[in-house]
Nanobody, 112 residues
Framework: QVQLVESGGGLVQPGGSLRLSCAAS?????MGWHRQAPGKQRELVAS???????NYEDSVKGRFTITRDNAGNMVYLQMNSLKPEDTAIYSC?????????WGQGTQVAVSS
């Protein structure tokens, strides 16, 4: 069983930065972050494999960075140059051979 605990969301002004963290337990392969804004579908923001290969949604490339600790059970999302359209609930996820597991989500709000 995989358990996920997220932290780091909040309110920030446009152009500001936030760092999201996610602690996972259990068997972990790929990790990443999705987000869901009000009235929109959930979208993949960034992912990182156990080997460190990363993937980003086009709108966050060059602004967001996903990293993973050496033990492989922590994943971070550094978000810079935040825009109002980045406002959403951000959820951490983990993939393993048994399926995909989700955290409860953390709110990110970008507003002046």
């Amino acid at each position: 069983q995989v358990q996920l605990v997220e932290s780091g969301g909040g309110l920030v002004q446009p152009g500001g930065s936030l760092r999201l963290s996610c602690a996972a337990s259990g068997t972990i392969y790929a990790m990443g972050w999705h987000r869901q804004a009000p009235g929109k579908q959930r979208e993949l923001v960034a992912s990182i494999t156990s080997g460190g290969r990363t993937n980003y949604e086009d709108s966050v490339k060059g602004r967001f960075t996903i990293t993973r600790d050496n033990a492989g059970n922590m994943v971070y999302l550094q978000m810079n140059s935040l825009k109002p359209e980045d406002t959403a609930i951000y959820s951490c996820y983990v993939n393993n051979p048994l399926g995909t597991y989700w955290g409860q989500g953390t709110q990110v709000a970008v507003s002046s």
